[in-house]
Nanobody, 115 residues
Framework: QVHLVESGGGLVQPGGSLRLSCAASGTIFRIDSMSWYRQAPGKERELVASITRVGNTNYGDSVKGRFTISRDNAKNTVYLQMNTLKSEDTAVYLC?????????WGQGTQVTVSS
């Protein structure tokens, strides 16, 4: 079993920045991909960004150029640097990892972009 703890969410004004973190603990064999998804009220869950163990990244179209995903394999932690935030970025952000191919999800952290 893998336990994920997300942190860093909160309220920020449009144009501001936030940095999310997600730390994995528990029975970890090998964490392959690490990803951030988000879900806004009334909308489907969407991929924000993902990163492989060797650092290859993939971003959702709506966040390209504004968000940066990174990871620290020694700490089993993934980060999401979010810049130039917009109101439409408001959502619950969820971390997910694959531990030897098995997916695990965190509880999510709320990000609200509002003036």
């Amino acid at each position: 079993q893998v336990h994920l703890v997300e942190s860093g969410g909160g309220l920020v004004q449009p144009g501001g920045s936030l940095r999310l973190s997600c730390a994995a603990s528990g029975t970890i064999f090998r964490i392959d991909s690490m990803s951030w998804y988000r879900q806004a009220p009334g909308k489907e869950r969407e991929l924000v960004a993902s990163i492989t163990r060797v650092g290859n990244t993939n971003y959702g179209d709506s966040v390209k150029g504004r968000f940066t995903i990174s990871r620290d394999n020694a700490k089993n932690t993934v980060y999401l640097q979010m810049n130039t935030l917009k109101s439409e970025d408001t959502a619950v952000y969820l971390c997910t990892v694959r531990n030897r191919g098995v997916p695990f999800w965190g509880q999510g952290t709320q990000v609200t972009v509002s003036s």
